[in-house]
């Protein structure tokens, strides 16, 4: 079954349904009418702590949840079924955004983070089931046309939101916050629309009879503890888990906290938004490239190539003065990300012991997330005590730093060989 294409073309599609999740609602129209509309009436401020702790509810949660579901479905071999539960979910959240209203902060605050537990512990499920569609020769190629897709697919989807919100009159809607609830629906109907295929063509191995839900979730519980129990006897992968806490923690304060840099040196809000647009553009032929050079000249040393490419990006952002210059620094961002991600989940997932996939995808989700909070209160910290925020991204450096000296350390070949034979 594995290398199918219809059921690699399926597999793909999901990255390029779910990622409009990421773009119009985590990065680019939510964070904004957030602020301006359900957050109105709030003292000056609260409305950005309020998104704030919305955030972070939400990754806490989906780091709770993720490793448990994934034991439970390993045990029954459905992952699939998770995975269509976590897409309907988010998709309803977008539905139920469209609803949202003047000074709605904390129906806004709720429907983000079902939506976002919808988006997160879905993607442990869909990440588990490359093993299923992609031999492990073909899953730096298939991880990066995922990526790519994504790209496309969000960028596309925010691209036709971002002109229906400008261009609100010519529509026929009353203002933006109008075309704004629209757009929000939108993401939930492409999302439901372009997960079919994956739900129509992608099989998965029945491995054990899962038994009812209860039985399930006390073996979710058995094998959780298993996992975190046996997880050193796979060395290999323990030491890669480790470095990917670092340099995604690395990865991850660059997404979150651009913005809001771009904000604080001066830079106009549609500046920012356009910026976001060029990475996705920039982001899919060069997810698409990605894979195939990791398979010409090897997973591993494209991974050090990116990381190494985000310290560039660092570095230059600390003299940033421009628009220019973060469109050229977006432009790099979007060269590497999709990539470094991509190439992370291939590496992964053939480190990964046979049976077990969503369960290890869940134990990644879980510890990476659990630790993510470490970037965003550096760049935090380094800016109250330095008063600059530019200090406070160059301090981001150290995880790039410490993510690809752990890196050097992991022997792939030896981690593939203890994933196959446990030793």
């Known amino acids: 079954m594995q290398d199918d294409k219809k059921s690699v073309r399926a597999w793909i599609l999901y990255d390029w349904a779910n990622s409009a999740f990421a773009t119009t609602i985590m990065a680019a129209v939510m964070p904004i009418y957030y602020a301006g509309v359900a957050a109105s009436g709030l003292p000056e401020g609260r409305g950005t702590s309020y998104w704030g702790f919305t955030q972070t509810t939400a990754a806490l949660l989906i780091a709770l949840i993720s490793p448990l579901l994934g034991a439970m479905a390993d045990h029954g071999g459905d992952k699939k079924k998770y995975l269509r539960l976590f897409s309907l979910l988010g998709a309803a959240a977008c539905f139920g955004m469209a609803f949202i209203g003047e000074g709605d902060w904390l129906l806004a605050s709720v429907l983000v983070v079902v939506g976002m537990i919808g988006f997160g512990a879905g993607n442990t499920f869909y990440d588990a089931l490359l093993n299923d569609v992609a031999s492990p020769a073909m899953r730096e190629r298939v991880s990066a046309q995922g990526y790519a897709m994504g790209y496309l697919g969000g960028g596309a989807l925010l691209a036709v939101n971002l002109g229906m919100i400008l261009g609100y009159s010519y529509l026929g809607f009353a203002d933006s916050a109008g075309a704004s609830q629209v757009s929000f629906a939108m993401v939930g109907v492409w999302w439901i629309v372009f997960s079919i295929p994956l739900f129509r063509r992608v099989r998965e191995p029945r491995r054990e009879n899962g038994g009812s839900y209860a039985d399930r979730l006390r073996a979710g519980v058995r094998r959780l503890g298993e996992t975190m129990r046996g997880i050193r006897r796979y060395p290999e992968l323990y030491k890669f888990m480790i470095a990917y806490w670092f340099f995604f923690d690395g990865i991850n304060t660059i997404i979150v906290m651009a913005t809001s840099y771009g904000t604080d040196i001066g830079l106009e809000q549609n500046h920012l ?26 997973s591993k040393r494209m991974l ?27 432009v790099l961002v979007g060269l590497v990300q999709g990539g470094a991600q991509s190439t992370s989940r291939a590496i992964y997932s053939r480190l990964i012991p046979p049976g077990r996939t969503a369960e290890y995808n869940g134990f990644l989700s879980f510890t990476s997330r659990f630790f993510s909070f470490g970037g965003p209160l550096a760049f935090g910290l380094v800016g109250v005590i330095t008063g600059s925020s530019r200090a406070a991204l160059l301090a981001i450096a150290a995880f790039f730093f410490i993510g690809i000296a752990l890196l050097a350390l992991v022997n792939l070949e030896k981690g593939w060989r203890e994933a196959e034979t446990g030793y």
């Open 273 to 298: 938004i356009a910026a976001l647009l060029l990475t996705q553009i920039i982001g899919f032929p060069a997810a698409w490239a990605f894979g195939r050079m990791a398979d010409r000249f090897g």
């Open 304 to 330: 050090y190539g990116a990381l190494w490419v985000y310290v560039l990006i660092v570095a230059l952002g600390y003299f940033m003065t421009s628009a220019l210059h973060f469109y050229a620094l977006a």
